[in-house]
């Protein structure tokens, strides 16, 4: 996710600017360009209606829709396009405009449109139409797309969790034959367009997504779960595998030793699209297994950092990637992203089943006096989109488990 999605609008520099256009990302779902002269406001309406992204004023493109340099407008455009869209638009809403200078005179700026979906009341409609992004085309809406946007629970700011569709215990759940006792899960998902979008992993998809994973911090974590659940030693990590494959999921996993054991760890990554046919969302799910030592509880730091570390492989990793492989989203907005965790159940030789809680499998007496006498098996919370960027991953984790954890009976969680 390039920075120009979220640095301060104080920030966005010439050399930023530059910098994206340098990457010579074409024209696509999220992405725009327009040269002084043509009118932008048609490509507002229909990124706002779809992905969000960014719109450039005063960037010249070449073949393909690929950005060549960047030509500016005159000073005073941005008054007019913001002007415009205020008249023009249904509901009347403007998204945030940034003019950066281009010229060593002054006269000439470049704009840049950032369109946060989360916070368009959707749908905007321009002068009686309704404008939507398909490819690197704005089309307008037929009645499908009409009723889709008309219906979408997530067009408003900061969508709430959604923790009974991808909790632990419904969605792509671990917890079945051999039981861990606590799992720890993130997830981020993506919304696709249905009947106009790829709804098929390409080819060649499950060794990128291994790729990208060697590359993240997830064995180092597994490798110290491992390490402070033995209590010292020496342990053996296997490699990234894929588990399971087919043209719309993949399953890889990763253990702390051949195979998931007590004590031990497991760390299973699932991509997949989902929803009826065709795919109506593409979503990647990371879970970390943790069978525990008997009466040793899983440390609230382990606990914290767990988070810490899956929740940016999810969102900021995975998720762009698969993206960009499968619906061409090449510069993508931020996503939403969910944090879950659950604990699993004991099964006697006799058939009952024995419901764990997570006050005894977890360090939770850190966070302070808790109230009430619930018992605890799982929580869910989503990660504001305010914060999901990468200078704040920690800060939004934390946020969540704060919410999290008060809606365990903690008044005032402390974390470490």
Known sequence: MHPLFQVPPTEVTLALVQD??????????????????????????????????????????????????????????????????GTSFDPPW?????????????????????????????????????????????????????RMLLDDPNSQPEPRATGTNRGLKSRESPFKGHEPDVVLRAVSVVQVWEGRERTRFPSGLAGRVVDALQGTHAQPLLSRLGLDLAGGGQVVTSPWQLAAASSRRLKLEMSSDAKPSRPGAQMTCTVRLDGS???????????????????????LGLFLQVFYESVPIVANTLLPLVAEATV????????LTEIHVASGSTRSPYGDVTHNYLTSLVSLSALGERVGARSISEGSETLLRSLVNPPHWNEAVREALVTMAMDWGFPDPKFP
């Open 94 to 146: 403007s998204p945030e405009v940034i003019e950066v200078p281009c010229n060593e005179q002054g006269s000439k700026v470049v704009l840049v449109v950032r369109i946060d979906r989360a916070t368009v009341p959707r749908p905007i409609v321009l002068n009686g139409s309704i404008f939507v992004r398909l490819d690197a085309r704005n089309e307008k809406a037929n009645r499908q797309m009409m």
């Open 20 to 85: 994206f256009i340098d990457l010579k990302i074409r024209e696509g779902l999220t992405v725009e360009y327009k040269r002084a002269g043509d009118k932008p406001i048609e490509a507002v309406a229909a990124l706002a209606n779809t992905y969000g992204g960014l719109v450039f004023v005063g960037v010249a493109e070449g073949d393909k829709g690929v950005p060549s340099e960047i030509t500016g407008v005159p000073l005073g455009e941005k008054e007019k396009l913001v002007n415009q869209m």
């Open 277 to 299: 046919e065709p795919a109506s969302e593409l979503e990647v799910l990371f879970d970390t297994a943790v069978w525990l030592p008997r009466n040793v509880p899983l440390g």
């Open 328 to 335: 061409g989203l090449k510069a993508m907005p931020v996503p």
